[in-house]
């Protein structure tokens, strides 16, 4: 997959909405003068490494300059409502495209639908983004990173306990026996990291396990949980809770809220662990030390899922000028 390509193409819309606040006037000048324009951006604080960059790269070519704020992923929801409460909202927010519907149920978003739709690459978008933006037919963001799960080993830790670093495990069973090799090699390194304490890792780490081995947690049509009838279900969870009770994750899981979710792998202690895309950057740039490799999420008897993740970018509810925000959004995406 050419992950470079995909996020490319995902942050069109984000250049075609800035162009669109630049071109309006922003909140900071809505008469239509030269001024230059700030644009105030949220977005959480676990995407910094792809929203930096973009951000910096704009502000470096562009007259209007675009204010990131970024804010701690895990009091997000809350500092949004908040701020949408209140009032006083930024221009432009990423958000978690799952939180998207929810955030429209409440009235706290900008209804786009007839702009979006006018869009010449409207049919390019991604469609899971677009249908996680779409709340009682009226569509209220663009997609603007996309994401999936996947398992990161570390490949010096597989080479210590004398496995293959070019051969990550496939099945349930591999990832186990993987586990109590590097386990093993003592000296406070563990074989696997859960975030015992945050739901929305879980599931972006756990759930491909189930899907993988053919089951889900609900029923076709996702109006009734299967949690106590799939054996899959059942068979994932005795899966972690064999990792758990055989000393195979590392103590600290068990409360981790997320705030340490690769503390244990950046400092090659942990040998395997669940993660994004957004990890591999930070790294590179942070963690050069640390030789990794990546592969799928496997199920019990092989295959494999990931979760598709990602953020929206959206209009709040409350924004000072919305309709200069969404005027023009084809215009600007022709000069994108």
């Known amino acids: ?14 250049l075609a909405l800035t162009l669109i606040l630049a071109a309006c006037g922003g909140t900071s000048n809505s008469s239509g003068s030269s001024d230059k324009v700030t644009i105030t951006f949220w977005s959480r604080d676990s995407d910094a490494a792809l929203v ?41 927010v990423a958000t978690d495209l799952v939180y998207t519907p929810a955030f429209a149920s409440q009235n706290q978003l900008t209804d786009i639908t007839d702009k979006v739709k006018a869009l010449s690459f409207f049919d390019k978008l991604s469609p899971s983004h677009v249908r996680l933006a779409t709340y009682q037919s009226k569509i209220y963001g663009l997609p603007f990173s996309a994401e999936g799960s996947f398992l990161l080993y570390n490949k010096d830790l597989f080479s210590k306990a004398g496995l293959d670093p070019n051969k990550p495990p496939t099945t349930w069973a591999q990832m186990e026996s993987d586990a109590k090799a590097i386990t093993k090699l003592g000296n406070g390194t563990y074989g696997y990291h859960i975030s015992g304490a945050n739901g929305g890792i879980n599931a972006f780490t756990f759930l491909p396990l189930i899907w993988a081995s053919g089951g889900d947690i609900l029923n076709s049509d996702g109006t009734q949980a299967t949690l106590s009838s799939s054996p899959q279900v059942k068979d994932a969870l005795n899966f972690y809770r064999r990792l758990w009770t055989g000393g195979l994750v590392d103590p600290g899981s068990k409360v981790d809220d997320g705030s340490n979710w690769f503390t244990g792998f950046a400092a090659g202690k942990v040998g395997m662990v669940g993660a994004g895309a957004f990890e591999l950057s930070t790294l590179k740039t942070k963690n050069s030390n640390i030789n990794f490799g990546v592969a799928p999420l496997p199920g019990k008897n092989g295959g494999s899922s990931a979760f598709a993740g990602g953020d929206n970018i959206v209009i709040p509810s409350g924004s000072h000028h919305p309709d200069h925000y969404i005027r023009g959004i084809t215009a600007g995406a022709v000069k994108g």
Do not use: C
Not at 57 to 81: D, E, M, R, W
């Open 1 to 14: 997959m050419k992950i470079r390509g995909l996020v490319g193409a995902m942050l069109l819309p984000f």
């Open 52 to 92: 930096q960059p973009l951000i910096a790269a704009y502000n470096a070519s562009h007259k209007n300059q675009i204010k990131l704020t970024l804010i701690p992923a895990n009091s997000f929801v809350t500092k949004f409502g908040s701020a949408v409460a209140s009032g006083d909202v930024p221009d432009l």
